[in-house]
């Protein structure tokens, strides 16, 4: 079983910055694609980033120039640092992970429960 864990999530004025965490853990063999989605009430989700193991990595039109999504291949983590935050940024922030899970030798898709994110104006 692999769980994913998100860790950074909070209140904001605009204009500031905040460093998200998702950390995987449990029975992994190997993380292809990591990926942080939101989604706002009353919106549908979108991704906002993600990053390939070799470090590959794209971004919604939204968040481009202010966010970076980086990766520790080592923890198993991937973060995303999101400056010059704004109010329409405010949102639940997932992350999402390409697993090759070690006991059942099959990729699997996993999702973590979400951290909310609130920018203020």
């Known amino acids: 079983q692999v769980q994913l864990v998100e860790s950074g999530g909070g209140l904001v004025q605009a204009g500031g910055s905040l460093r998200l965490a998702c950390a995987a853990s449990g029975s992994i063999f190997s993380i292809n694609r990591m990926g942080w989605y939101r989604q706002a009430p009353g919106k549908q989700r979108e991704l906002v980033a993600a990053?390939?193991?070799?470090?590959?990595?794209n971004y919604a039109d939204s968040v481009k120039c202010r966010f970076t999504i980086s990766r520790d291949n080592a923890k198993n983590t991937t973060y995303l640092q999101m400056n010059s935050l704004k109010p329409e940024d405010t949102a639940v922030y997932c992350c999402?992970?390409?697993?090759?899970?070690?006991?059942?030798?099959?990729?699997?898709?996993?999702w973590g429960q979400g951290t909310l994110v609130t920018v203020s104006s």
């Open positions: 990053i390939t193991n070799g470090g590959a990595t």
């Open positions: 999402n992970a390409d697993v090759w899970e070690k006991l059942t030798d099959e990729y699997l898709e996993v």
